[in-house]
């Protein structure tokens, strides 16, 4: 065992087409939201809940490769660790950041082709209890990830579509920008001992930087190819 660390009006209506032609514009002034109040407590929940997608990328890497998950850890500091057994080692370790961008870039897609927001809210917030509740042994993360969890099922109860629709954007673009972020921070500006680049230089022999160098860039190629398809499918609504 080991662990992996850290309803809308159809189309042919014009205001419709008008609201579609609008909505683009949303992510980018959301991604720009969340850069600005980066270091803030505004974007701190926002953060821890990108640590549980990573977390949960690594287990279901080892989960899809044969493996098992024993645990998933959070901290407060934003650390965070998956304790998985078996499973194909080097594809955990990379699941950890692509995966939080994959679950990110999910997030965004679905809130772009469901109409009814407040169902996919309360679907992910569903989830997130559940997957709290079968995986995080540790008692913040249990707290954060059962109340996480309840606000999305509360947004999907008493919010209205549009502001859940707003929501799942916020959660989607902070998720794709934060692991694009920690890939440069901790891969490639500084080598943390432990992390995930570190992890796989032991397995596959190249230096923490050359994974930090490769995993950025499929981030980066994904961000782009997320975001292209998102906004075409919102121009499409």
Excluded at 38 to 45: A, F, K, S
Excluded at 47 to 72: C, D, P, Q
């Amino acid at each position: 065992m080991s662990p992996t660390p850290r309803p809308g009006h159809g189309a042919d209506h014009p205001a419709a087409s008008a609201a579609g032609s609008g909505r683009p514009g949303l992510l980018a002034v959301l991604a720009l939201a969340v850069v600005v109040a980066w270091g803030t407590p505004l974007v701190y929940p926002l953060k821890v809940f990108t640590v549980l997608l990573h977390e949960l990328g690594h287990g279901a890497a080892a989960v899809l490769t044969g493996g098992s998950i024993e645990r998933i850890e959070l901290s407060g500091d934003l650390g965070g660790a998956c304790w998985s057994r078996g499973g194909f080692r080097p594809l955990v370790l990379a699941a950890g950041y692509l995966g939080s961008m994959l679950f990110g870039g999910l997030i965004l897609l679905a809130s772009a082709r469901v109409r009814r927001d407040e169902l996919l809210a309360g679907v992910l917030g569903g989830a997130v209890v559940v997957l709290t509740l079968v995986f995080v042994r540790t008692l913040f993360g249990l707290a954060f990830g059962v109340g996480f969890g309840l606000a999305l099922l509360a947004a999907a109860r008493w919010l209205p579509a549009a502001a859940n629709d707003v929501l799942l954007k916020l959660i989607g673009v902070t998720s794709v920008l934060y692991a694009v972020i920690d890939i440069k921070q901790d891969l490639i500006g500084r080598t943390v001992p432990g992390s995930d680049a570190w992890a796989m230089s032991r397995e596959l022999f190249f230096p923490p930087l050359f994974w930090g160098v490769l995993w950025m860039a499929l981030a980066l190629a994904s961000a782009v190819a997320l975001v292209r398809v998102t906004v075409n499918l919102e121009r499409g609504r």
